[in-house]
Nanobody
Framework: QVQLVESGGGLVQAGGSLRLSCEAS?????????MGWFRQAPGKDREFVAT????????YYAASVKGRFTISRDNAKNTVYLQTNSLKPEDTAVYSC???????????????WGQGTQVTVSS
């Protein structure tokens, strides 16, 4: 019963930044869900990007984005964010958020998914 809607994607030049948002509605209390960001480029499998625990106290990142991306959440707004800095062309993908019981790096441990938002990085 959880609906997730991503926004904030777009076209940016290498080195630029975007802030992606994912707003949740329905389901149980947002603050009980771990949230994650995943991405999928054409012809590639979906890959883990970042995850955050329900309270926001714990975060984990893929090695490819650590130091450049930051995941955060505002439980009062039922929203999770992904701040993407120093973007590279290889970051180009559809970015999707997901909600689950635990903060995890594997997609099958998440129950609900948004439709995704396109991030395109030019060089």
């Amino acid at each position: 019963q959880v609906q997730l809607v991503e926004s904030g994607g777009g076209l940016v030049q290498a080195g630029g930044s975007l802030r992606l948002s994912c707003e949740a509605s329905g389901g149980r209390t947002f603050s009980t869900y771990a949230m994650g960001w995943f991405r999928q480029a054409p012809g590639k499998d979906r890959e883990f990007v970042a995850t955050i625990s329900p309270s926001g106290s714990n975060t984990y990142y893929a090695a490819s984005v650590k130091g450049r991306f930051t995941i955060s959440r505002d439980n009062a707004k039922n929203t999770v964010y992904l701040q993407t800095n120093s973007l590279k062309p290889e970051d180009t993908a559809v970015y999707s958020c997901a909600a689950g019981f635990v903060a995890a790096m594997v997609s099958h441990l998440y129950t609900y998914w948004g439709q995704g938002t396109q991030v395109t990085v030019s060089s």
